[in-house]
């Protein structure tokens, strides 16, 4: 899920309080990830997202969908579509695969791995990003293990 919390902190920044349930062992196997999460982050009282995944299920499908009083927009794999409210697509567009862009953030790690200044957070909007992500991660599971909701400042 770590990709589609990066993608909804980068669209809303961070989140003011968000609250999750996380499930263990569903298939009744042998490992101790979480097999099927969800996720509610309010955003300054005015945005709601839900996140769900489930590793249960056999086919791999990422979906991502944003309303507003205007339309909609849908993520499916890589295309995006613009919707009006009468579901007509204004504006469609398709991406790369994952594979170049997986390329491009190892040549980037690799390129500026001993850059110091690059190492610090303030100096690096893309580390001040991931740390937003791995702020809201940790809520998650703190979240799930407390049975409440996390509150940032």
Request: charged share 25%; no cysteine.
């Amino acid at each position: 899920m770590y990709y589609t919390i990066d993608l909804v902190t980068n669209l809303f920044g961070m989140t003011s309080r968000l609250y999750s349930q996380l499930n263990f062992k569903s298939l009744n196997q042998d490992y101790t990830i979480d097999d099927a999460t969800k996720v509610v982050l309010i955003y300054q009282d005015k945005i709601n997202t839900t996140l769900m995944m489930s590793k249960i299920y056999m086919k791999k499908t990422e979906r991502v969908r944003i309303f507003g009083d205007k339309g909609y927009v849908t993520l499916d794999d890589r295309t995006v579509n613009l919707l009006n409210t009468m579901g007509d697509i204004l504006e469609s567009h398709s991406f790369n695969t994952k594979e170049s862009k997986v390329d491009a953030q190892l040549d980037y790690f690799i390129t500026n791995l001993y850059n110091k200044k690059l190492n610090e957070i303030s100096n690096n909007k893309n580390l001040a990003d991931q740390f937003i992500n791995i702020k809201v991660i940790d809520a998650i599971y703190h979240s799930n293990e407390a049975q409440e909701v996390v509150k940032f400042n």
